[in-house]
């Protein structure tokens, strides 16, 4: 009668070469869960390695090495505003009378502006001032009288209208008016702002890539960016315009806005990484 054991090791058939037991599939399940998990575990590595706001910041340490450029770009703009400084003048024998007649003069001033379409709220009185006149006979100081100096500050918002409206606003308050200045503006002027700004941080990328690879290597994440433009404030030039010769039924003074040019500067600090 056979051996039992012997029985058993026939059924399960020979024994691997070397001597070991062949794997089950549950092993085999597990260990290729095992082998996805590592990969995936690296492949997540990869990915924070590139996003993680530590690797950023340890990119952008203190003693990591870093490149610092600087951009300047400029933008073409085309006015469409114009802003009128006039001064009106008056004197009087006494306070009260200079007051009244310059007064008079500036409210034809005023409804000038308004009747050309200028609206009210584009009209301020930037500046009034009242001083006493004096005479100097023999040495002595005499009060001959009083003169005001009334500015207004109007803004014109279709240009192409400025020229009849200043002409009939000088010629409203005839000797008793001046223009001071004239400025021309944009009304939204974050538009060319933006432009040169955006052209002077191209600048800059294009310098720090051409720094970069001179100098064999490669650029890391932005470390700071800083924008160093000045504020930009309109430009005024004077007017040669004598007072009182406003006439309306003559030619009209010419207004050309032309264009302005605006610029911009920023600073871009760029962590260095080994060539790729």
Known sequence: MPD????????????PAGGGRRPSPSSL???????????????LGLTLSRSDPGVRQAS????????????????????????VVVQVDAGGPSAAAALATDNADAARALSTFEGGGVQAKD????????QPQYEYPKGVPTLTGYEVDNTVT??????????AIIDAVVGSAGNALQIESIGFSSADPRIGQDRARASA?????????ALARAAGRSLGPVCTLTDQSAAVEPGFDQLALPSGTGNTSAAEVPISS???????????VYALEPAR
């Open 123 to 130: 009209i301020a009185t930037s500046g009034l001032s009242l």
């Open 60 to 83: 952008c340490g203190p003693t990591a090495p870093k490149l610092s450029v600087v951009g300047t770009g400029q933008a073409t703009v085309t006015p469409d505003l114009l802003t």
């Open 154 to 163: 109007a803004t014109l918002r279709d240009i192409s209208k400025s020229g």
């Open 4 to 15: 039992d054991s012997e029985e058993r090791r026939d059924v399960r058939g020979p024994v």
């Open 258 to 268: 032309g264009q302005q040019t605006q610029t911009a500067q920023v600073s871009l």
């Open 29 to 43: 399940l597990v260990g290729a869960v095992g082998l996805a998990v590592a990969v995936a575990a690296v492949a």
């Open 201 to 209: 941080a191209a600048q800059a990328q294009a310098h720090a890539r």
